[in-house]
T-cell receptor
């Protein structure tokens, strides 16, 4: 019940296309976080969501905290080659621990 | 500003050899500290976390141990490495107040041969 199901596992898109990925769980969460990891680096926080229904943007990225508090999506508009990486959703549990989804590997072809 | 340093960046060690990875945080006090392992570029598994000096919680049974000898220093160790210990090890810190997630180090790529 505390696992995060992230989809799709991988995406291969053309530069300029929009991207959408999502994360679901059977449990209710108070926080959704979205991270991006580039090859050989640690994940970097993109967007943090704290309220059900919240819609937050960060440049070309938009994320929403689902009304049911059991899901979240991340959209990337007009993708560019530097968007390549692995995108993770994450949630906080007790003790300020983070649990991560399995990630979405994004490849952008120029 | 806060920074997190992790070293070495890469490490190749023989089976049965010891391991010591170090992580330090600057610009903050009393952080929560974490060690994660990532296999094959997917999925981060929490190994250890610490809310204070000398306080270590282990998430999964394994061949590794962690220590926090100083407030902003977190060390991951092993007495005898196994092949299955290979992976990408990431250190992270947070304020522990549930605000905005973690900041990660740049990771250590460990290959056990």
């Amino acid at each position: 019940g505390q696992q995060l199901n992230q989809s799709p596992q991988s995406m291969f898109i053309q530069e300029g296309e929009d991207v959408s990925m999502n994360c679901t769980s059977s449990s209710i969460f108070n926080t959704w976080l979205w991270y991006k990891q580039e090859p050989g680096e640690g994940p970097v926080l993109l967007i943090a969501l704290y309220k059900a229904g919240e819609l937050t943007s960060n440049g070309r990225l938009t994320a929403q905290f689902g009304i049911t508090r059991k899901d979240s999506f991340l959209n990337i508009s007009a993708s560019i080659p530097s968007d390549v990486g692995i995108y993770f959703c994450a949630r906080e549990t007790s003790g300020s621990r983070l649990t991560f989804g399995e990630g979405t590997q994004l490849t952008v072809n120029p | 500003s806060q920074t997190i340093h992790q070293w070495p960046a890469t490490l190749v060690q023989p089976v049965g050899s010891p391991l010591s990875l170090e992580c330090t945080v600057e610009g903050t006090s009393n952080p929560n500290l974490y060690w994660y392992r990532q296999a094959a570029g997917r999925g981060l598994q929490l190994l250890f976390y610490s809310v204070g000096i000398g306080q270590i919680s282990s998430e999964v049974p394994q061949n590794l141990s962690a220590s926090r000898p100083q407030d902003r220093q977190f060390i991951l160790s092993s007495k005898k490495l196994l092949l299955s210990d290979s992976g990408f090890y990431l250190c992270a810190w947070s304020t522990g107040q549930g605000l905005g997630g973690y900041t990660f180090g740049s990771g250590t790529r460990l290959t056990v041969v």
